[in-house]
C-alpha cells in the first residue's frame, strides 16, 4: 500500500516489491493466481503460473515447486487478516502465527508483528488482479 507503483515480482527465485515494465516475461513474473491455502481452505496460497507455489523459506518469501510436504504447504498459506488501510489486507504466516508477510527493502520476508505505523504500512497489500 506505501508503494502503489510497485508490485510481488519474483526476481532470481524470490519475492520482491519491484517497478514492473511492459514485457510479458516480467509482467507473468508479477502475476500469481489466488487459490485456497494449500494448508488452510479458509487462507491463501499463490500460485505461479508455472505451477510453482510462493512460500517462505527462512522467513524470506520465494517461488518453489511443490514437493508435497507438510511443511511446504503449511509454508506456501497465508491468513488475510485486517489491515489498517482500507481495502488492504495482512498476510499471517500459518505456521509462523504473529507473523506477517512484510516488504523490507523492497524484499518480501516474514517478519513478527510490530505496534508501529511503518510496520503496518509495510504489511499491508492491496490483492489486485493479474497484470495483462
Known amino acids: 500500500m506505501n508503494y502503489p ?7 532470481d527465485g524470490y519475492v520482491r516489491l519491484d517497478r514492473i515494465g511492459s514485457g510479458s516475461e516480467q509482467r507473468e513474473d508479477a502475476t500469481f493466481r489466488r487459490v485456497s ?3 488452510d481452505p ?7 503460473a508455472d ?4 512460500r517462505h523459506r527462512s522467513f524470506v518469501l520465494v517461488k518453489d515447486a511443490d514437493d508435497g510436504s507438510a511443511l511446504f ?3 506456501a498459506t497465508f491468513c ?3 489491515s489498517a488501510s482500507s481495502g488492504a489486507v495482512m498476510l499471517e504466516s500459518v505456521n509462523y502465527p504473529g507473523r506477517f508477510l512484510r516488504h523490507r527493502n523492497f524484499q518480501l520476508r516474514l ?3 510490530q505496534h508501529d ?3 503496518r504500512a509495510d504489511t499491508a497489500f492491496r490483492l489486485v488482479a493479474g497484470l495483462d
Request: hydrophobic letters at 25%.
Open 5 to 11: 507503483d510497485r508490485y510481488w515480482h519474483v526476481r
Open 37 to 39: 491455502g494449500l494448508a
Open 42 to 48: 479458509s487462507c491463501y496460497s499463490f500460485a505461479t
Open 51 to 54: 505451477g510453482g507455489y510462493l
Open 73 to 75: 504447504r503449511k509454508d
Open 80 to 82: 488475510p487478516r485486517p
Open 111 to 113: 517478519e513478527p508483528y
Open 117 to 119: 505505523g511503518l510496520y
